[in-house]
């Protein structure tokens, strides 16, 4: 224990919180600052060895580049009984800030990472200075409510009758498919079996098979393993050209496997894949799934944003008849992660979660009135991030968020436009959400030459610090399969500033052909003329 005169570090919950937050919000608001006007750009120039060097700088007190510091940035030290906890906070905070990839930087597109939304940010702030759990009812009871109200408005967002529906928020995609699977390998092996498989575990006489597409979240694989199913159980569904499932073919293998005396699980339709945006077709998809009686759950992490949007929420058709879905604002919702939504369309189905801890949620405090949210999640210790979704829709409403959805939609359309009149990039499919698919074009043409080219310019972006620019793979096998993606997210970006990330490609897949050329003896010049 601390003698008598050592000094108490301050609380940031009750009265007295706020002034002890209040210079320490300070040192964090001059860091951010401090370490955007050392970045510079959207990411730390010089890979990870540099900052790896970042790090150990401010972990030392040897700042490498403190001539390039602005005026009135402190330099790094280390810490120690001279230095107070706003001296710390501010140093610590602008290291992070000056070593991050930055998604509010116009720059920065290349994943499923939104740039916040600052109202989120704030309320988040408030969850973490009181620290709730939403694990029992005396731990969080205004948070409970909240929640408890926040799922019944997302399940009418869906189409799914809040009055029947369930649901709850989680870390993400990855834990709301875990879940999903979870009921449905219990439903549909349970009923098979004839048993509680979440008792009496896997019948070992029956052959579980997941039925999802090839462009689908790995995830799915995931949690195939998790759940004791196996990866194997996993049977990839041939997709078109925008990786939308092909529901013909699902039918046959569908159809293939109930002939091998194998047991359907669950079918995962994907509402908005991680690459391309695609959305697999809903209704066809609902509809031979009800034929043969399995469940459907459609992970819409990305894709649900749609639903915002009046433009494309029709996108979506089809959603309300799944058993199960995901859902994630941290993605096309603004919001800090994590912000995830896992509902189910019938709340009986919630069953094989529902746990009794005398200490948590005893039966007579619920028969009293008292509710408890622990049987609805795979976690016990659960912040309130419910908080800061409802904060945000309280505040913008479905219509300001649809704005903001629809904004990203646009430049998406704008990338693939530009992406299309430039000689030197080839567009892989027009967008359906907010992210443009492409690659930069070698000269020869060769497509392992197209593979290596844009992997290496793409690096070489990082390596200067001018850009995130996503990679993926499309399915299939052999060379030419990878390709670059923008993915739009940052509702302030113009036009011009996208024009600029797709030039900065360009330059940077020229240069990688200049010095291949050069490494390999061949006459200069051969580039220069095509515009970058």
């Not at 050592?6 to 860091?31: H, N, T, Y």
């Not at 290349?110 to 759990?133: I, K």
């Not at 944003?305 to 859902?327: C, N």
């Amino acid at each position: 224990m601390p003698g008598r005169d050592a000094a108490v570090p301050a609380l940031s919950g009750g009265v007295a919180g706020p002034e002890a937050l209040r210079p320490l919000l300070d040192a964090v608001l001059a860091g951010l600052a401090d370490g955007a006007a050392l970045r510079g750009g959207p990411l730390p120039a010089g890979g990870p060895l540099g900052v790896a060097a970042l790090v150990e700088a401010a972990l030392t007190g040897k700042d490498p580049s403190a001539e390039g510091r602005p005026a009135g940035v402190p330099a790094t030290r280390t810490s120690g009984s001279d230095a107070s906890g706003e001296d710390v906070l501010r140093r610590l905070t602008t290291l992070l800030t000056r070593g991050s990839a930055d998604p509010a930087d116009p720059a920065c597109a290349a994943h499923l990472h939104c740039p916040p939304l600052a109202l989120a940010v704030a309320a988040d702030l408030a969850v973490s200075a009181l620290n709730p759990s939403q694990d029992s009812w005396d731990q969080a009871p205004a948070a409970t409510a909240l929640e408890t109200a926040l799922v019944r408005d997302l399940a009418a967002l869906v189409g799914y009758d809040p009055a029947t529906a369930a649901g709850v928020i989680t870390s993400g995609g990855t834990e709301s498919n875990l879940m999903g699977l979870m009921l449905s390998r219990d439903h549909a092996l349970g009923r098979a079996g004839g048993h509680a498989t979440e008792l009496a575990g896997l019948p070992r006489d029956l052959t579980p098979r997941i039925f999802t597409s090839e462009a689908a979240h790995f995830s799915v694989q995931r949690a195939a393993a998790v759940l004791g199913l196996g990866e194997r159980a996993v049977t990839a569904v041939p997709v078109d050209r925008d990786l939308r499932m092909d529901p013909a073919a699902l039918e046959v293998l569908l159809k293939e496997a109930v002939g091998r005396g194998e047991t359907p699980v669950a079918v995962v339709a994907t509402a908005g894949t991680t690459d391309t945006g695609g959305i697999d077709p809903l209704p066809l998809i609902a509809d031979i799934a009800e034929r043969y009686g399995v469940w459907l759950h459609v992970d819409a992490a990305y894709g649900g944003g749609a639903l915002l949007s009046d433009r494309l929420a029709p996108l979506l058709t089809g959603v309300e008849r799944a058993d199960s879905l995901s859902l994630d604002w941290h993605k096309l919702g603004w919001q800090p992660a994590p912000a995830g939504v896992f509902l189910v369309r019938r709340a009986e189905t919630y069953a094989p979660l529902a746990r009794r801890a005398v200490y948590l949620n005893p039966a007579d405090d619920e028969e009293a009135g008292y509710p408890s949210l622990l049987g609805l999640s795979l976690r016990t210790t659960r912040r309130p991030d419910a908080f800061k979704i409802a904060a945000t829709l309280a505040a913008l409403g479905r219509a300001g968020l649809g704005r903001l959805v629809d904004t990203c939609h646009d430049l998406a359309h704008h990338a693939a436009a530009t992406v299309r009149a430039h000689p030197l990039l080839d567009l892989h499919t027009t967008p359906v959400l907010t992210t443009a698919v492409f690659r930069y074009r070698p000269a020869s043409g060769l497509p392992a030459d197209a593979d290596r080219l844009n992997a290496a310019l793409r690096r070489r972006l990082l390596a200067e610090g001018r850009a995130v620019v996503g990679r993926t793979e499309l399915p299939g096998r052999g060379p030419g399969r990878v390709r670059l993606k923008l993915t739009l997210l940052n509702p302030h970006t113009t036009p011009a500033q996208v024009d600029a990330l797709l030039s900065a490609v360009v330059a940077a897949g020229q240069a990688e052909e200049r010095e291949e050329a050069e490494r390999a003896g061949e006459p200069e010049g051969v580039l220069d003329d095509v515009p970058a």
